[in-house]
Every structure is written in structure tokens, then in C-alpha cells.
């Protein structure tokens, strides 16, 4: 009896102390709950959800707006918005309201529990489309999979304004910025597109002269960046045998890679670890881990006079200024003249290129009339002296080149010009110099815009 009683007592003793335990739990997974609720909804509840649907794509910028009766405002810009709502390929904006909820499934959970066109986009089973939608990306194997992006979401920590979370389902690392309360949605995200922009953004893809350099030196050459998915291999390496693949997201402050680089530098088995870089005054990003990593790219002299790539301008008011948007007036005009010469043409554009047969760069001027194109080649010997200086020297006429040089006087001044002192270059963006100008040392005013 007496042991009967003891084992009786004992049980009930455990099976008190397994629901305060159990109670104890509960109540805490309620309150840590009730806390993310709050910090979400707080100060406007706005946030930038730096998204990354998996390890191939670019990251995309979202801005969520969450609400305590529990809808949260969801808005995005990118390309496949822009495909569900008119079936082109241009990054377009996009704006719906849908549910939220934090919830506990071994841990806390913050799921968007009803579907959202923009943003469910990435966790549906459709076969992803290709531009021209008439297949998928990857082939078939995307059908029934999708993008594989998550939409539940693992509420990891929050600290200083910012929350971190991994992917629910593929464990992906992300986070959640807080933002102004009277920050424009439409607004914020056009003008991170315009940085995203693959010809004009922070990245180009008309050029490919990236490099991340690091503190001691060390360059790790950059090829796609524009793609929102770099490759990337030691300077001076075999590229197929050492490159990295890694995918990161433009922001409005700079760019971050999705997980944090370890790159060797100059010294065996020293290392830097990267991951955020901001954008600089220059248009170059600074890593914000170490203060001194920099991605770069070639001195603006090696772009304007490079083999691969060829820089026009038409030399009008916009364009150009001071003395060479008046001696390019007065070649069309002279050219134009047929009753003293001319031979009815007009100047309608000129272009910096290399021109392989003449082994050197040249200055070509096109004259044109109704039919007929009359290139005008000058070759130029060029003489760097700084990454943003050089000297040129004329060193003949070719194709209709002689032609106008004698037609025209002003072809003779526009090349004197040139030629007669030191130029000068500058561009918006060291990283991405689509437009360089390019001025006398003497005369800045006089100044000529080279787009590529």
C-alpha cells in the first residue's frame, strides 16, 4: 500500500511539473509572438525585404508594409512582376495586399499565409518563362518546381533595426531592414531598379572590367556582374579552374552578396571575408566589414581607348560643349556647301575605335546624305600618363579621311584641337563609365561626351 501510495504520489508529482513546463513554454513562445507582432508593426511597420528566392538568382529589394489587423502591403520591382502584368520583360513595379502572421513551428515563424501575385510568384510550381515566354528557364525541369523561393520564413534575431531569417523550406539567409514611415513604396523601389539597370545601373554589361581589390592588394577579376549573379576568379588565374559563383542583391545604398565572401589575398592563407559593399561618391562600393576592400574597375583611359569597345557622340550641344560643338557645326556646314566645294554631306556623327587593319585608334567622322555613308578615319597615336590623362598625336587620314580634311578646314581644327594639349577624363561612375567626358587641361569648356 505504502508503495502503491508513493508511486501514485510521484506521478502526480511529474505530471504537475510536465504542465507547468509545458505552460512555461507556451507562454513564452506566445510573448516572444506577440513581440516580433510588435516590432513588425511598430513606426509604420515598413520594412525592405532583401529576398532571395535561390542560389542562382539575383536578390530582389521588397518593401512590406505590416499591419496589425494582420494584412501586410507588399511591393516590388523587378522582371517578373512586369511579366504577370503585361507579359514584357522590361523591371516593372508592382503593389498588392495580402495576409501575415507570426506563428510557432519549432521556433517562430513569419509565414504570408494568403497568396500574393508579386510576391508568391517565387514559391508557386509553375515552370519559370523565358524572355518571349515560349519555354522555361532551365529547360523543363523547372515545371513543378518553379523558382523554388520560400514564403514562410525562420525569425532568427533582431538587432538594431534589422531582423534576420533564413528560408523556412530551403534555409536561405535574409533580412528585413526597418524603413521611414513615410517612405514611398513606388518611389524607394524605381529608383533601386534604376540602379539594378544592366546598361546604366551600377553594373553595366556593356563593359566587363570589374575587379574586387583587396586590402593587400590582391584583384579578383569580375565577369556578369550586371547579371545580379557574378563570376569571379583570383587575377592572374586559370578562369575556369578557380572561378566562384556567387549571386548578391542591389540596394539602394550599395549592393550585398547573400552570404559572406572568403577570398584569398596576395599572402597564402591570408583571408578577407566580404559581404556589403556601399556606393561611393565616385560610383565605386566600399566593404563595409573591413573599410578598404573596393570593387572597381579599369582607369576610365583603358575604357575610351580599349580594343573591345567603340565610343560614339554627335558632337551637338548636349554632348559636348566650347570650341568642338563649333568646329563640328562648321564641318557640316562647310561640307554641305557645294556651291564652294562641299559635296552635299553632313557630319552626323564621330566615333573613338580600334580599327584592326590600321593597327591603332581612330577618330571617324561620318558624313552622310540620302543613301550613302562616307566614313572619314583619322588615326591617333595615344600617350597615357594617368589613369585620367592623356596626350594624343595625329598621325594621318584614311578611307574618305583625306577627302574632307581637304574639303573641310574645320576637320583640320577639330583635330588640332584634339591633339594640341593634354585631355583630360571623368565619368559619373568609375564602375560603371557608360558616358566619359573627355576635355582639354587647358579649356575644360571645351569637352566632348563619349557614350558607349
Not at 559563383?245 to 584569398?264: C, K, P, S
Not at 596626350?391 to 583635330?415: E, H
Not at 576635355?439 to 561626351?449: C, G, L, M, V
Request: proline share 4%; net charge negative; glycine share 8%.
Amino acid at each position: 500500500m505504502l508503495v502503491a501510495l508513493s508511486s501514485l504520489l510521484l506521478t502526480s508529482c511529474l505530471h504537475e511539473m510536465d504542465e507547468v513546463f509545458d505552460e512555461d513554454a507556451v507562454i513564452r513562445m506566445n510573448n516572444a509572438m506577440a513581440e516580433y507582432e510588435d516590432i513588425l508593426t511598430s513606426n509604420g511597420g515598413k520594412w525592405l525585404l532583401e529576398y532571395y528566392a535561390n542560389t542562382s538568382e539575383p536578390g530582389y529589394n521588397y518593401v512590406l508594409t505590416f499591419a496589425k489587423d494582420g494584412t501586410v502591403v507588399m511591393s516590388g520591382h523587378n522582371k517578373w512582376i512586369q511579366y504577370i502584368k503585361n507579359k514584357t520583360w522590361t523591371s516593372g513595379f508592382g503593389s498588392e495586399k495580402s495576409m501575415w502572421e507570426v506563428i510557432g513551428d519549432n521556433g517562430l515563424v513569419l509565414t504570408f499565409n494568403s497568396y500574393n501575385n508579386y510576391f508568391h510568384l517565387f514559391s508557386t510550381p509553375d515552370a519559370v518563362p523565358t524572355q518571349g515566354g515560349t519555354s522555361t528557364a532551365g529547360g523543363p525541369s523547372t515545371a513543378g518546381k518553379g523558382h523554388e523561393g520560400d514564403y514562410e520564413f525562420n525569425l532568427m534575431k533582431y538587432s538594431g533595426d534589422t531582423i534576420y531569417l533564413t528560408g523556412k523550406k530551403y534555409n536561405l539567409h535574409m533580412i528585413m531592414t526597418r524603413l521611414p514611415e513615410n517612405t514611398d513604396d513606388e518611389a524607394y523601389l524605381s529608383q533601386v531598379a534604376a540602379y539594378n539597370n544592366a546598361n546604366t545601373g551600377m553594373f553595366t554589361s556593356k563593359l566587363n572590367n570589374v575587379y574586387i581589390v583587396l586590402p593587400d592588394g590582391k584583384r579578383w577579376v569580375v565577369k556578369s556582374a550586371a547579371s545580379g549573379y557574378m563570376q569571379m576568379y583570383p587575377e592572374g588565374e586559370d578562369e575556369v579552374m578557380m572561378s566562384e559563383y556567387h549571386n548578391f542583391i542591389i540596394t539602394m545604398d550599395g549592393m550585398a552578396f547573400r552570404d559572406v565572401l572568403t577570398l584569398e589575398g596576395n599572402t597564402p592563407d591570408v583571408v578577407y571575408r566580404v559581404q556589403r559593399f556601399t556606393r561611393q561618391a565616385d560610383g565605386t562600393a566600399l566593404c563595409v566589414e573591413d573599410g578598404k576592400t573596393l570593387i572597381t574597375a579599369d582607369p576610365l583611359v583603358d575604357c575610351l581607348f580599349s580594343p573591345n569597345y567603340s565610343w560614339t557622340s554627335t558632337l551637338k550641344n548636349t554632348v559636348a560643349g566650347g570650341n568642338f560643338v563649333t568646329l563640328a557645326a562648321a564641318i557640316t556646314k562647310e561640307s554641305k556647301d557645294t556651291k564652294n566645294g562641299g559635296d552635299g554631306t553632313s557630319m552626323n556623327s564621330a566615333k573613338i575605335s580600334y580599327v584592326d587593319s590600321l593597327e591603332s585608334y581612330v577618330l571617324t567622322m561620318t558624313f552622310s546624305k540620302t543613301g550613302s555613308n562616307r566614313p572619314a578615319l583619322y588615326k591617333l597615336k595615344v600617350d597615357a600618363s594617368s589613369p585620367t590623362q592623356f596626350k594624343l598625336t595625329y598621325d594621318g587620314a584614311y578611307n574618305y579621311g583625306p577627302r574632307y580634311w581637304d574639303m573641310c578646314p574645320s576637320v583640320q581644327q577639330f583635330i588640332e584641337a584634339l591633339t594640341s594639349t593634354t585631355m583630360n577624363l571623368s565619368s559619373e561612375s568609375l564602375l560603371s563609365p557608360v558616358k566619359i567626358t573627355m576635355s582639354q587641361s587647358s579649356n575644360p569648356e571645351n569637352y566632348i561626351i563619349w557614350s558607349l
